[in-house]
């Protein structure tokens, strides 16, 4: 029936998530639709399945990547709360909150949890390290069968050398917000969510 | 160069971004956003360009598909943007007032008990007597008299049968009409399409050959005139249907074919990918436009939800079925052009007279899973990216 959507998020729920994430009331009820268009199932969570459904997610390079970093460790299944708090990494980040007050928690938009959030599309086996291997699959990933191993191979190398500092051959996540120190990681890594 | 031009459609709404329901997309193609990230860096490496921040293009992209994409609203009702009395159509529900409830309630008084009914009886005896009088027509020797009555009968039942749905219809442009001999094509939003069309002309129906209810209809229809049936394994051989197609097209007394090339339901905010089979077979092409105005009642079939019964209810408990048709003036393939470019200038054509969006994604990704080929597409664009002009093809 056609009730369904807003009437299963308690206003509680709302205001929880507006804390967490920093989205406004009518935001929230939005994505919460969208929510529920994809879940298929009416069971309120989300599968990997259900992401792959959308065709502009299925041709992106990377789509298995991202749709990854919806899912915590080992799990299968991601609610409206891990939903949301996925995206709010892609919520701009307003002038207002540029002067906040460094003693609060990080918000889930600040420039490190951008760069987090790239980081570990990267760090494939989570351990907060960015291995050679782990660069070669992610690249072959985005030029799929168009580059030889070993041109892919010197790509990557190349990359390692260029950010790695304490010589690990692998790239930290410090190494990593160094090397992208100039890019406007505030505009490319934000979608203007309509209100 | 066809798939290119349709990935970029879809990438590359308009140059500054394009606003829709969630979100505000920033359409920049894939070399411009990439381009503009590394422009942070200091330096070019020779032979190779690859950089860590590559990665937030794909990211950015995933993730604004994740929030709202182009195809899979298509295939569940149109929201409005002021609610129209019917619960089904309420999706962010909240009280309002007490008024507007006792309105509501009159409202679904006024609709299942008094228009419903109504609707119903007026439905059985359009079909009935689709049946008896294309049966008692079918009896008679073929002649001029035959097609006449044909006509007579067909163009009668369809209208009580619009009756029965409540249907307003707007012709515009009827100095197009098809005419025998020829294929109109139109865009599809639910198995209503055909009563919609069917009430200002006659056409020869095609389709697959149905059990039930459906069955009896279809085999009393072609009594009376040639419709095109087809069995389920015939479906599949694309030469046997073309060629059946061909022959009734080449006779020039047949009733024009009605064909809706999307192959599938879509909810009339945009017109999706048409199959090009359609304009293979030859002969001209009159397109055809139906645009449904969702105030009055939503259209749109979503057969993953609701089967043909629950529908037809639903559209008898709507307060009306509004509707344009319009005529497009007959299109005919041009020399050295094929079948594809063909079916995307017929369906441009169609989309831009009913205001709707314009599509290249395929109407069959509601059930399938989109071919790997488009992805394919996206790694090589950006293996050209990295290694430079020389590898590019």
Known sequence: ?195 | LQLEVGIERVTFRSKGGNCSHCVCVYDGSMEQEIGELRRCRPKSLAGGEFTLSDIFYFSRKGIESIVEDEVTQRFSSEELASWNLLTRTNNNFHYISLRLTVIWGLGVAIRYCILLPLRITLAAIGLSWLVIGTTLVGLLPSSRMKNWLSELVHLMCYRICARALSATIHYHNKENKPRKGGICVANHTSPIDVVILANDGCYAMVGQVHGGLMGVLQRSMVKSCPHVWFERSEMKDRHLVTTRLRNHVADKEKLPILIFPEGTCINNTSVMMFKKGSFEIGGRIYPVTIKYDPQFGDAFWNSGKYNMVSYLLRMMTSWAIVCNVWYLPAVERQEGEDAVHFANRVKSAIARQGGLEDLSWDGGLKRAKVKDTYKEQQQKKYSSMIVGEDSSD
């Open chain 1, 1 to 195: 029936m056609g009730s369904r959507a807003s009437t299963l998020l308690r206003e509680e729920e709302i205001e929880e998530i507006k804390k967490e994430t920093g989205f406004s009331h009518s935001q929230i009820t939005r994505l919460y639709s969208r929510f529920t268009s994809l879940d298929k199932g009416e069971n309120g969570t989300l599968s990997r399945e259900d992401f792959q459904r959308i065709p502009e997610l299925a041709i992106n390079p990377l789509g298995d990547r991202i749709i990854n970093a919806f899912f915590p460790e080992g799990e299968d299944q991601v609610n409206f709360r891990g939903f949301m708090r996925t995206l709010a990494h892609f919520r701009p980040i307003e002038d207002n909150e540029k002067n906040k007050d460094p003693s609060g928690t990080e918000p889930l938009n600040s420039r490190t949890n951008k760069l987090l959030f790239a980081f570990r599309l990267y760090d494939l086996d989570r351990d907060d390290k960015i291995s050679r291997d782990e660069l070669l699959q992610v690249l072959r990933m985005m030029v799929g069968v168009n580059i030889s191993d070993e041109q892919l191979g010197s790509i990557a190398d190349r990359t390692i050398q260029e950010a790695d500092q304490n010589g690990d051959n692998s790239i930290s996540f410090n190494e990593f917000i160094k090397v992208l120190e100039k890019v406007d990681v505030e505009q490319k890594m934000s979608i203007r969510f309509l209100h």
